[in-house]
Nanobody, 124 residues
């Protein structure tokens, strides 16, 4: 079982930035694809970004491409989501996700492990 704990969410004005962090309680963190999903109230979960086990490849949803950057630090078992130029449409609960690389489901998933989520609210 992989435990994922997100942090860094909050309230920010449109045009501002936030950096989300996700710490995984897994010593074999480098064998996992990592990613981020988000879900706004009343809407389905939406893919945001994903990164391969070694960070060599990243994938972004069209809606965030050019504004968000996903990265990882395998020695710290942490994945990050740097969010710039935030828009009110980015308001959602953001979930950190993980999937074993050998399952070959990168980048969309499905992902086997999910964090509890962190709220991001962008005011206009």
């Amino acid at each position: 079982q992989v435990q994922l704990v997100e942090s860094g969410g909050g309230l920010v004005q449109a045009g501002g930035s936030l950096r989300l962090s996700c710490v995984a309680s897994e010593r074999t963190f480098n064998t996992y694809v990592m990613g981020w999903f988000r879900q706004a109230p009343g809407k389905e979960r939406e893919f945001v970004a994903a990164i391969t086990w070694n960070g060599a490849s990243t994938t972004y949803a069209k809606s965030v491409n050019g504004r968000f950057t996903i990265s990882r630090d395998n020695t710290e078992t942490t994945v990050y989501l740097q969010m710039n130029s935030l828009e009110p449409e980015d308001t959602a609960v953001y979930y950190c996700v993980a999937d074993y690389t050998a399952k070959r489901r990168y980048p969309i998933g499905p992902y086997d492990y999910w964090g509890q989520g962190t709220q991001v609210t962008v005011s206009s």
